[in-house]
């Protein structure tokens, strides 16, 4: 991994860093994924990837919601309810696409982490790969990543 910080950014007109992902992008509503934003991204960036992660889920690893890659370097975002427009990954119900936030009752937050890295070259990668299958993949290949972090808990 060459760089984390830099001028990479990934931002949401749905909720803010740290704040509340709104009902309506979660199990308890309609359950379409947030609009994203994609900001400075490396003139070097030949590939994104994007993952969604709750690492406070009750399972030894989280839970995966979401895992897309083989991103064109110029894709400046994701629109709302956006479906899989790009190579998807399995997230951890085993299947592609979007999984709206849903922790069990009495949990408490939940913090949802939208991961986006900028990548070196372009990997070309099957469709299918894991989060950690991904991770381990990509990780010589990362020149910048940025975060956005949700939270949301059942009303």
Partial sequence: MRSQLGSLKIVSPAFTHGGRIPQEYSGDGKGVSPELIFEGTPEAAQELVLICHDPD???TYGFTHWVLYNIPADVSGLAENC?????GGVNELGNSGWVPPSPPPGHGEHFY???LFALDKKLDLPPGLARAELL??????I???ARIVGIYSRP
């Avoid at 479906?83 to 190579?87: A, E, M, S, V, Y």
């Fill in 136 to 141: 381990a993949k990509i990780d010589e290949h």
């Fill in 83 to 87: 479906g899989d427009p790009h190579t």
């Fill in 113 to 115: 982490y939208f991961q």
């Fill in 143 to 145: 020149l910048e990543q």
């Fill in 57 to 59: 889920a009750p399972m």
